[in-house]
C-alpha cells in the first residue's frame, strides 16, 4: 500500500515537474520573453523602453553589397523597388554621386527626418503615458512628440519641419502616426534616396512580444513616386539593465572640429 | 500659568516679526498676503504608478540671467558688459536686495500663453542663497571668468562662443522650454521645445552612470518627497554654462533640484548649484514652473540646421 501510494506520489510529482517546466519563466530556455506585451494602466499595449533597428537601412534601404565603411544588406523596401518618377531616379543616382558632400545628416549632423531616425544606428527611447507618447532619439538628441489629439497644421501658413508633424491614434494593438509638413531637406538614407516636401508617412508600431516591435512605414509622395511603397522592419527592444540614452552631438563634435582654427580670413 | 503666558507673546512676537519681514513692500506696491495654514493645499492627482500628477506644458522662468552680485564697470564696453549690472542693463537682472519680485505677466520669449492666474502668495525667484547675493566664487575663478567675458564680444575663438549660440545642449539652466513634462512608470521625461532635448530623471532606484560617461545634461535620478521632486544630477561634461554672466561650469558640477507643486498650474523650482572647482560653497537659485494655455503644441526647433551663427563670426572654414 505504502509504495503504491509513494509510487503514485511520485509519478504526480514527475507530472507536475514536467507541467512546471513549460512555463517560460521557469524553463531553461533563455532569450526573448514569450507572451503578449506588457499594458498599460489603460489597456493600451506599453511600448516604454529603449528600442533600436538592427539593419543596414541607414546605409541604403534596398538591397546593397558590402564596401569599406559600407555593411552589406537586404533592403527593408517590400518588393525592393522604390517607384521612382522617371525625373527622381535620374535625381537619386545624382544623389548617391555626391553623397559625401550632399547628405546634410551625414556631413553636417542634421535631423535625418522620418522614417530615417527609426533607423541610424543608435537607440531611440519611447515614453508612453495614457496621455502623451514622445519619441527620443540618441542621435542628435531628435525629438518628436506624437499629438494624439487635432490635426496637422495648415501646410500653407505653418512652417515646414525636418521631422514632420506626428499625430497618433490606435487601430486595435497598433500605433498608428500619421507624418505631414516636411521640408525637403532629408533623405531616407545614405544613399540619396529623397523626398519632396509633399511627403506623408504612414507608421505602424505594433509589439509581436515584449521585446520585439513590428515596424512598418508607408511613404507616399506625389511629387516623386509614382504610387506609395513600403518599409518594415523589426525594432529590437535594449534589455540591458539600467540602458539609457546618452549624447551623440555631432553637430557640437562637427564645430569643434571645423571651427578649431577660427577664425579665419575674410 | 504667567511663563507659558509669556511664552507665548514670544511666540506671537516671533510670528508677527516674521509675517511683517514676508510681507516687506517691494517697489512701493502694498504688501502680498501671506498664505495662511487654513489655506487649502492641492491635492494633485496620481498617476498609474503613484506619482503625483504633474504632466503638462510649462513655461518656465527666473533661473538664468545672473547679475546679482557686487557692481564692477569692466573696461570699454562699460553697460553691454554682462556684469555691469545697471537698470539700464537689459542683461542685468534683480536689483532688489529682498529677493522677491513681483511675478511676471509672460517671461518667456514670445510670450508663451500661460494658463490660470499667478499663485496668490509671491514666488522667490533668482538667486536665494547665499542672502547677500554675492555669489561664493573661489577669487582666481572670479577672475578667470571676468577675463573670459572680456574675450566673448566679439568671441576670440570658438572656446568663447556660448553655448547656446552654438546649438549646443542647453544643460539644466540656459533656454526656457517651453517644457512638456510626461510621467511613464518610474520616469519623469522632460521634454523641452528648446534645443528639441528629452531629460529623463529615473526613479526607479538606478545609480548613476559611471564617472567616464559625461554629458551635456547630466544624468538625473529623482524620488519624490510628498508634492516635491528632488532630482540629483551628476556627470556633467566641461561644455555647461549657467547664464551670460556665468559662461561656463566645470565637470564637478553637481546639481539638487527641487520642484515642488503649488497648484494645478504652478510649479516652485529650487535649484543648488554645487560646483567645488569653482566656487567655495554651493549656491541656489530659484524660478516657478507655470503651464500654458491648453491647445499649445511644442514646436520643431531645429537649431543647427538653420544657424550661420559661427561662420558669420569667424569666416566659412576651410573645406576638407
Redesign the interface.
Known amino acids: 500500500m505504502n509504495t503504491i501510494r509513494r509510487s503514485i506520489i511520485s509519478a504526480a510529482a514527475f507530472a507536475t515537474i514536467l507541467w512546471l517546466m513549460e512555463i517560460p519563466a521557469l524553463a531553461q530556455a533563455p532569450a526573448a520573453r514569450a507572451g503578449a506585451p506588457r499594458r498599460m494602466a489603460d489597456g493600451k499595449p506599453d511600448f516604454n523602453g529603449i528600442w533600436q533597428a538592427l539593419n543596414t537601412a541607414a546605409w541604403d534601404i534596398q538591397d546593397h553589397v558590402g564596401q569599406l565603411g559600407v555593411p552589406p544588406g537586404q533592403g527593408v523596401v517590400e518588393g525592393n523597388e522604390i517607384p521612382y518618377q522617371a525625373w527622381a531616379l535620374a535625381k537619386k543616382k545624382e544623389n548617391f554621386a555626391n553623397r559625401k558632400t550632399a547628405d546634410q545628416t551625414e556631413v553636417n549632423c542634421f535631423l535625418p527626418g522620418v522614417p530615417r531616425i527609426t533607423y541610424m544606428p543608435f537607440p531611440f527611447k519611447i515614453a508612453q503615458t495614457s496621455k502623451a507618447i514622445a519619441f527620443s532619439y540618441e542621435f542628435a538628441h531628435g525629438l518628436r512628440i506624437i499629438q494624439m489629439e487635432g490635426n496637422h497644421p495648415d501646410p500653407d501658413s505653418f512652417p515646414d519641419t525636418w521631422m514632420g508633424d506626428s499625430r497618433g491614434h490606435w487601430e486595435g494593438e497598433t500605433l498608428v502616426v500619421d507624418v505631414r509638413n516636411f521640408n525637403d531637406q532629408t533623405w531616407f538614407d545614405q544613399a540619396g534616396n529623397f523626398h519632396s516636401d509633399a511627403l506623408h508617412v504612414v507608421e505602424r508600431y505594433t509589439l509581436t512580444d515584449p521585446d520585439h516591435i513590428n515596424y512598418e512605414a508607408t511613404i507616399e509622395d506625389p511629387k516623386v513616386f509614382t504610387r506609395p511603397w513600403k518599409m518594415s522592419m523589426p525594432l529590437y527592444r535594449r534589455v540591458e539593465k539600467n540602458m539609457e540614452l546618452l549624447e551623440y552631438e555631432c553637430v557640437f563634435y562637427l564645430q569643434e572640429e571645423r571651427y578649431k582654427n577660427a577664425p579665419f580670413k575674410k | 500659568m504667567s511663563r507659558r503666558f509669556s511664552s507665548a507673546i514670544m511666540a506671537v512676537a516671533v510670528l508677527t516679526t516674521v509675517s511683517l519681514g514676508l510681507l516687506m513692500p517691494v517697489n512701493g506696491q502694498t504688501p502680498a498676503k501671506v498664505a495662511t495654514p487654513a489655506a487649502t493645499p492641492w491635492t494633485p492627482p496620481r498617476?498609474?504608478d503613484g506619482q503625483p500628477d504633474i504632466?503638462g506644458i510649462y513655461a518656465r522662468g527666473g533661473v538664468g540671467g545672473l547679475a546679482v552680485e557686487a557692481r564692477e564697470s569692466n573696461g570699454p564696453h562699460g553697460a553691454e558688459n554682462p556684469l555691469d549690472a545697471t537698470a539700464s542693463n537689459p542683461l542685468s537682472v534683480s536689483d532688489r536686495p529682498d529677493g522677491l519680485r513681483n511675478i511676471p505677466k509672460g517671461f518667456n520669449v514670445g510670450g508663451t500663453p500661460v494658463a490660470g492666474p499667478a499663485p496668490a502668495e509671491k514666488r522667490r525667484l533668482g538667486l536665494i542663497d547665499p542672502s547677500n547675493k554675492v555669489l561664493p566664487w573661489k577669487p582666481e575663478e572670479d577672475r578667470n571668468r571676468r577675463d573670459f567675458l572680456k574675450r566673448t564680444n566679439p568671441a576670440a575663438?570658438?572656446r568663447y562662443v556660448e553655448y547656446d549660440a552654438?546649438?549646443?545642449?542647453p544643460g539644466l539652466f540656459l533656454g526656457n522650454g517651453p517644457f512638456?513634462f510626461?510621467?511613464?512608470?518610474q520616469?519623469v521625461?522632460v521634454?523641452s521645445e528648446y534645443?528639441?532635448?528629452?531629460r529623463?530623471i529615473?526613479l526607479d532606484g538606478?545609480?548613476h552612470?559611471g564617472s567616464n560617461?559625461r554629458?551635456?545634461?547630466g544624468?538625473s535620478v529623482g524620488h519624490w518627497e510628498g508634492n516635491t521632486l528632488i532630482v540629483d544630477t551628476t556627470n556633467f561634461n566641461e561644455?555647461t554654462a549657467f547664464s551670460r554672466e556665468i559662461p561656463y561650469l566645470s565637470d564637478a558640477l553637481h546639481t539638487i533640484e527641487r520642484l515642488t507643486i503649488i497648484d494645478q498650474n504652478n510649479m516652485d523650482y529650487e535649484v543648488t548649484v554645487d560646483d567645488p572647482k569653482l566656487f567655495t560653497k554651493p549656491w541656489k537659485t530659484a524660478g516657478l514652473y507655470r503651464k500654458v494655455k491648453k491647445g499649445y503644441?511644442?514646436m520643431?526647433y531645429?537649431c543647427?540646421?538653420g544657424s550661420l551663427t559661427?561662420e558669420n563670426?569667424?569666416?566659412?572654414?576651410?573645406s576638407r
Open positions: 498617476t498609474p504632466q575663438s570658438l552654438r546649438c549646443a545642449l512638456e510626461i510621467q511613464p512608470p520616469e521625461v521634454l534645443s528639441h532635448f528629452t529623463v529615473h538606478r545609480p552612470l560617461i554629458l551635456f545634461n544624468d561644455f503644441e511644442i520643431e531645429a543647427a540646421e559661427l563670426i569667424f569666416g566659412k572654414p576651410p
